[in-house]
């Protein structure tokens, strides 16, 4: 099993930034892929970024050139930068970690963008 809590969300202003991150812990060996997704209310859970073990990244199409996902293996933590966040950005957003075939989410953490 792999425990997933993720921390960072918040109020922020509209062009404002936050940072997500994505804490895996328990058996994470064998964990190949990361991502966020979000859901806003009323609308469905879409994706926001993935990566694999290799680097390799994509992006939803509405976050793509605002949000970078990385990840620092040593501490099996992926982050979310966001910046130039707009009021549609509001969302929970949720980790979801990619392991042998088995899928993983975290609780989610809030974002909100408003002035």
């Known amino acids: 099993q792999v425990q997933v809590v993720e921390s960072g969300g918040g109020l922020v202003q509209p062009g404002g930034s936050l940072r997500l991150s994505c804490d895996a812990s328990?058996?994470?060996?064998?964990?190949?892929?990361w991502g966020w997704y979000r859901q806003a209310p009323g609308k469905q859970r879409e994706l926001v970024a993935r990566?694999?073990?290799?680097?390799?990244?994509n992006y939803g199409d509405s976050v793509k050139g605002r949000f970078t996902i990385s990840r620092d293996n040593a501490k099996n933590t992926v982050y979310l930068q966001m910046i130039n966040l707009m009021p549609e950005d509001t969302a929970v957003y949720s980790c979801?970690?990619?392991?042998?075939?088995?899928?993983?989410w975290g609780q989610g953490t809030q974002v909100t963008v408003s002035s």
């Open positions: 990566i694999w073990t290799f680097g390799v990244t």
């Open positions: 979801n970690v990619g392991q042998l075939g088995s899928d993983y």
């Open positions: 328990g058996s994470v060996v064998g964990i190949n892929r």
